[in-house]
């Protein structure tokens, strides 16, 4: 008998229910809301906030505040709860990055495969991936984020249930990029929009668990004009050799590192359609960025997939999307945004 499937909820929180995929659960963080300002006597967009509410939201995440967001705890998912589909295909498309002038490791090569540690390579990825922070049901949560290459120069990519989870959209959404040890080297950067895949969104289905927020400006500066932007790529296949980042915040991890892990990915088994990744990665993982063609010298890459769940019987194995032709469009919807 298939073990139940786990997913992630902020500690002492209720048991929440969810449609995601049978046997499997979530291994992550929530986040999120949206900033938009919307017309008068228009109704707002799913996903969005207005700037007062930004600026909220700014105020909100003292360093306590974000010290003290919960990790999240495993939950349990019935197969009756379940929905999935496979992911749509489409044709092979990269984005390259925009981070030039990442300075080289002075590391060295990095051991590969790695199944979880401190991520000592430095490189653009150390600035463009970041920890995520949102309210939940009137709870503090984190998950994490990466900053891409966009039209907009403002688009984080993330998990779907780090922007909306039980049909509500998360508020107070920031985006930190190179946080570490309670540091905010590049400052901390408000949601003007968060959105997810249609079928995130409509039903939960964790074949479709992307998310991306379109943060605004900070100090009169666009995101990636600050920290850059990494590469993309969808409908490029599966079994390749990735790297998947984060920053899990339950036991043995606590949220202040940057953590990694590495290795040839292989297609999951069992009920998704995702990569799967021998990793070791805990709660408030969520929604870090996996990626093809990684340098190690450079910490560049292109973003495949983000951190998912994890079934509750191989707790080793962290699992991601496929970033299909949903995915590219949730990408063009929050670029042009």
């Known amino acids: ?167 509500a959209w998360h508020t107070n959404w920031v985006f930190v990029p190179g946080y570490h040890d309670g540091q905010r080297p590049y400052g901390t950067w408000t949601a003007s929009r968060t959105l997810s895949t249609p079928q995130w969104t409509a039903s939960e289905d964790i074949n479709y668990d992307i998310g991306a927020a379109v943060v605004a400006p900070l100090d009169g500066k666009k995101l990636t004009d600050v920290v850059g932007g990494q590469g993309l790529a969808f409908n490029t296949g599966y079994n390749k050799a990735m790297y998947s980042f984060g920053f899990p915040a339950a036991a043995p991890y606590d949220g202040e590192k940057f953590i990694y892990c590495s290795g040839t990915t292989f297609r999951d088994f069992l009920l998704s359609s995702d990569h799967g990744l021998t990793c070791d990665m805990t709660g408030g993982s969520s929604g870090g960025p996996w990626f093809t063609r990684f340098d190690e010298a450079t910490g560049t890459g292109l973003q495949s997939s983000v951190n998912s769940f994890k079934y509750n019987f191989l707790p080793n194995a962290m699992y991601g999307p496929y970033f299909g032709a949903d995915a590219q469009n949730l990408y063009q919807s929050a670029q042009s945004s």
Not at 35 to 58: D, Q
Not at 65 to 93: H, I, N, Q, Y
Not at 125 to 137: E, K, L, M
Request: aromatic residues 4%; hydrophobic residues 40%.
């Open 1 to 167: 008998m298939i073990g139940r499937p786990r997913r992630l909820r902020p500690s002492g929180g209720t048991r929440v229910r969810h449609t995601v995929l049978g046997a499997l659960a979530g291994i992550a963080a929530l986040l999120a809301t949206g900033v938009t300002a919307t017309p008068a006597g228009a109704a707002p967009e799913p996903g969005a906030v207005t700037p007062s509410a930004r600026e909220r939201a700014l105020a909100f995440w003292t360093p306590q505040r974000m010290r003290e967001a919960t990790p999240l705890d495993v939950l349990s998912v019935d197969r009756s709860d379940v929905r999935t589909s496979a992911p749509r295909t489409g044709r092979e498309t990269v984005v390259a990055p925009s981070a030039p002038g990442a300075p080289a490791s002075a590391v060295g090569p990095l051991a590969f495969p790695h199944g979880g540690g401190p991520w000592s390579g430095g490189g653009a990825v150390s600035r463009t991936a970041g920890r995520v922070f949102f309210t939940y049901q009137g709870r503090t949560a984190s998950c994490s984020g990466n900053a891409v290459t966009s039209a907009n120069k403002s688009t984080v990519m993330t998990a779907g249930h780090c922007v909306k989870l039980e049909g």
